[in-house]
């Protein structure tokens, strides 16, 4: 039978009807059998397409896990920020902290079946300092050197008691000796030569790369068949095929999407603490809204940061404080008591102090990313009733950072990245002459306590310069750190070992099985 | 004294007959009344929204323990439901409603007041004068409206001043076309020609003369170009441009609301909702006054 007009008209509405609503209940059905997974044990990633390929230079999540699938790092940052080994498998500081000795796995092969060496470290470190890779800033300035086939060495120019997080930063992905074309699409995959658990087969602009377990890979063949990754330009465009069943795992999700995900059939939430942070900033320079430190710490009293953490993140972070160095830092991180207290009536009394007026007022600038806003919002109100008024001023993220607005404006939220190591934050942003030093703060003892802390390679002794740094900055910084945002995923929960990273781009998935 | 009553009484009947017959008129025409009542309606919250609000559009709303609720969908309570950041969408929608009619109001009166001037004048004085200005306005209506609108923005910066200009330089010029069209039908009528004859100034011919006869046509358009003019700020609301947190535009709370479709829908819904009923309202009432006047024979 089939459905002419004489049966859609003429056959009462009744029919219609039914034919109808049996179809909306099918299709109900359908969807309501939740996620699905593919049978095979091929995870399908969800991501925007990595733009600039090269491991010495892409930056960005989708590009360092592109790269990562494919190349292996000499040593590894784990996800709690600890270091473990990878192709070096152990290595040696001198006294003096000026010489790095590294021993070099044996039997790791590349790609196209020839042998890993030290003169593929030498070849990769230099090719960094060559392209002026960002990994020099963590690295400093070096030498290297390969005694023997096994062995590499590292010189500095001074102690640096980050360099092993140096070594083992999103960058450094070790390439084959001389190889001259890096990561480019041509008629075969020969130039994405890694020694990696994964080996690209194919990569389609635009639309996806497979990749194809390495069954020789060094470390042991990994457990899942494959990956696929499908490029998507937005993330909702990701969630919507992780809840068709297109993709099995998606990363960076903003937290008013994560809590739509939270308890969906067959999907699983991944959340990982990390040091990014909203930075609340007052200019604290001569003639500037917080040159007075009474004006700076009445700012801190007035906010609520328990309220922010819970109404605006949703929960997903850690509580902040009044210095960028996180809990995320096991080894450095100091809660310093009396860091968060919320006192309005003690914030007004202040500010009377301060500046002889009942009320101050300010321009609030806010760059327009993350949920920034609605911080903003709420900080609007909260700083009402501890007698500071604010007028909130919106910013586009390009324009605000691009035109350097962000560097001379009185009041403002800036949005810092995670760091694996607390000293990049504080000599960029809070010694006195700081590339972004965003608050003009200047304060002697503590650009004395960071340059101590960039030759303190003891971890004890370190921990308590921070501790001082903490001090210094509770007491008359010009910083408040609503909270240390978490990284926010999801997967199909067919697949487990998924274990996001700080920074997402390095998540490892030589760890990741199909449980079916 | 005595002589002036009966003139005086005239003008009051007479205005009286003409309200009595727009709204007879209006009621044959269901629809049209119902747009008008709701435009005036919009109007009323306009003046006394802020009155009337049970909240303040930025007042975070808390349980009996002092803590902020969010994303609470409508109760009888909050007839809208409360957004992300604690607020009553209802008490929003009506604060809201001040801004989207005075701000497409102000500009729309500014275009309509300057389009006729223009208008009137190109139509009655033609020749080379209303070629060359004529050509010019045509240039501008060829740039989409929103493009205009974005880069005037970007070069001015983004401000309620800024917009009045923006609608104003994209309305200006459509007010104008209509009205000089409506004035060069008018131009060889009799009592024109009469009063030209009379010796009357241009100024008077064109206020005294023409202005009565293209007023038709000037209401409907004025109606019309009213609900373009919500519609052109509400989207540059969304778009982020001309309007600062954490105020109640309707186009900003939809933006703000429309990555929590999943979370809080009715905090995208009803700013929405709103923004398509004043628009679709606006123009029934236009449609309807443009009906009345081509049924009066005012309008060809």
């Known amino acids: 039978m089939y459905l002419n007009e004489a049966h859609l008209n003429g056959r009462s509405g009744i029919s219609r009807l039914m034919f109808t609503t049996a179809i909306l209940l099918i299709l109900f059905a359908l969807s309501a059998t939740g996620v699905t997974a593919q049978a095979d044990a091929v995870l399908r990633v969800g991501l925007n397409e990595p733009q600039n390929l090269d491991p010495a230079t892409g930056s960005n999540d989708p590009e360092i896990l592109f790269n990562r699938t494919i190349y292996d790092y000499l040593i590894e940052i784990n996800p709690d920020n600890s270091i473990v080994p990878a192709l070096a498998t152990e290595w040696e500081i001198a006294d003096d902290g000026l010489t790095y000795t590294f021993a070099l796995a044996e039997g790791a092969t590349f790609h196209d079946g020839s042998p890993f060496t030290s003169a593929d470290v030498v070849y990769t470190f230099n090719r960094l300092v060559e392209l002026g890779s960002p990994a020099l800033g963590l690295l400093g300035e070096f030498e290297i050197s390969a005694p023997d086939e096994a062995t590499v060495v590292f010189t500095l120019a001074q102690p640096n008691a980050d360099f092993l997080y140096g070594v083992g930063n999103r960058h450094a992905l070790i390439l084959r000796d001389g190889t001259e074309e890096v990561n480019v699409v041509g008629d075969d995959y020969a130039s994405f030569n890694g020694t990696g658990a994964f080996i690209l087969t194919d990569y389609s602009p635009g639309e996806s790369a497979t990749f194809e377990a390495n069954a020789n890979y060094w470390g042991g063949a990994p457990a899942l068949a494959g990956i696929e990754f499908i490029f998507f330009p937005d993330s909702q465009a990701q969630i919507d095929a992780l809840l068709d069943g297109a993709v099995d795992f998606i990363f960076k999700l903003d937290v008013d999407q994560i809590s739509a995900l939270e308890g969906q059939d067959g999907i699983t939430v991944l959340e990982r603490a990390t040091n990014q942070h909203p930075v609340i900033r007052i200019r604290s320079d001569e003639g500037a809204l917080g040159e007075d430190s009474r004006v700076r710490q009445a700012f801190k009293l007035a906010t609520n940061r328990p309220e922010l953490l819970d109404i605006v993140q949703q929960g997903y972070g850690v509580l902040g404080n009044n210095d960028p160095i996180g809990p995320s830092y096991a080894d450095f991180f100091t809660d310093v008591e009396g860091d968060d207290v919320h006192d309005p009536a003690a914030a007004c009394a202040l500010i009377l102090e301060a500046t002889g007026e009942e009320r101050i007022s300010s321009d609030f600038y806010v760059v327009d990313a993350f949920n920034y806003e609605s911080l903003a919002v709420s900080l609007q109100q909260q700083w009402a009733e501890g007698c500071i008024d604010v007028n909130i001023l919106l910013r586009p993220e390009g324009e605000y950072y691009a035109s350097n607005e962000w560097l001379e404006v009185d009041l403002g939220i800036t949005g810092w990245g995670d760091r694996p190591v607390p000293q990049g934050y504080l000599i960029e942003a809070y010694i006195t002459g700081g590339i972004y030093n965003e608050t003009h703060f200047s304060d002697a003892e503590l650009d004395e306590l960071v340059a101590q802390a960039a030759v303190t390679t003891d971890v004890a002794e370190r921990a308590a310069i921070y501790a001082q740094i903490g001090a210094i900055f509770a007491d008359r910084g010009p910083i408040i750190i609503p909270w240390f945002a978490s990284v926010l995923g999801a997967a199909n929960s067919s697949f487990e070992g998924l274990e996001l990273h700080p920074f997402p781009g390095q998540t490892d998935f030589r760890t990741v099985s199909f449980a079916g | ?300």
């Open chain 2, 1 to 300: 004294m005595p002589l002036l009553r009966p003139s005086r009484l005239t003008r009051l009947q007479r205005w009286q007959r003409t309200q009595a017959s727009f709204w007879r008129q209006m009621a044959q025409r269901p629809l049209s009344l119902i747009g008008t009542l709701i435009v005036l309606g919009f109007i009323f919250l306009a003046i006394f929204g802020p009155m009337l609000a049970p909240y303040r559009y930025d007042e975070f709303i808390r349980d009996e323990e002092n803590r902020r609720l969010t994303r609470v969908a409508p109760s009888w309570e909050h007839p809208f439901g409360i957004d992300k950041d604690s607020r009553d969408v209802f008490s929003r929608v009506i604060w809201g409603a001040r801004g989207i009619i005075t701000l497409p109001g102000a500009a729309t009166a500014l275009s309509v007041a300057l389009g006729t001037m223009l208008g009137l004048a190109l139509g009655y004085y033609g020749g080379l004068f209303d070629e060359i200005i004529s050509r010019a306005l045509d240039s501008l209506l060829s740039i989409p409206a929103l493009v205009l609108a974005l880069v005037a923005l970007g070069i001015l910066g983004p401000s309620p001043l800024t917009i009045i200009l923006v609608v104003v330089l994209l309305y200006t010029p459509i007010v104008a076309r209509v009205i000089r069209s409506a004035t060069l039908n008018l131009r060889a009528s009799g009592y024109v020609e009469a009063a030209r004859l009379r010796g009357e100034s241009g100024i008077y011919i064109l206020f005294s003369e023409i202005l009565p006869g293209v007023l038709p046509a000037l209401i409907v358009e004025a109606a019309l170009r009213f609900s373009y003019a919500i519609f052109l700020v509400a989207s540059l609301g969304f778009l982020g441009l001309g309007v600062q947190p954490p105020s109640p535009d309707w186009g900003k709370m939809v933006e703000e609301a429309s990555g929590e479709y999943a979370n809080a829908p009715w905090a995208l819904y009803f700013p929405a909702a709103a923004i398509a009923l004043l628009v679709i309202s606006v123009n029934l009432m236009a449609d309807g006054l443009r009906r009345i006047f081509r049924h009066e024979g005012s309008l060809p």
